[in-house]
């Protein structure tokens, strides 16, 4: 069983950066898919971005192509989030999970199909 906690959330201005970090611990890191999802207030949490076992595939949800920058460092059994150009939309509580892969994909992009959380991390970002 492994152990999920986010880091590096805060409050910060329209078009600035953070970089949210996810340290886990107790179990084989490198089997878990890990994903990064967000949850604004009244909303569901949704599919941010996910990297694959090996840090090699990666996916994004389109609202946060090509500003969002996920990647993993297996030795130190992390996995991190570097979000630029933040908007205000971007505000939520950001959750990490992870997940033992199966079947044809590697990637999912729905909450319920990971089975371990961190405890999430606000990251608000204001206009």
């Known amino acids: 069983q492994v152990r999920l906690v986010e880091s590096g959330g805060g409050l910060v201005q329209n078009g600035d950066s953070l970089r949210l970090s996810c340290a886990a611990s107790?179990?084989?890191?490198?089997?878990?898919?890990i994903g990064w999802f967000r949850q604004a207030p009244g909303q569901e949490r949704e599919f941010v971005a996910a990297v694959d076992r090996d840090g090699i595939n990666t996916r994004y949800t389109d609202s946060v192509e090509g500003r969002f920058t996920i990647s993993r460092n297996n030795a130190k059994t992390t996995v991190s989030l570097q979000m630029d150009r933040l908007k205000p939309e971007d505000t939520a509580v950001y959750y990490c999970?992870?997940?033992?892969?199966?079947?044809?994909?590697?990637?999912?992009?729905?909450?319920?199909?990971?089975?371990?959380w961190g405890q999430g991390t606000q990251v608000t970002v204001s206009s």
């Open positions: 999970g992870a997940r033992i892969p199966f079947g044809v994909s590697w990637v999912r992009t729905i909450d319920v199909a990971y089975e371990y």
């Open positions: 107790g179990g084989t890191f490198r089997r878990y898919t």
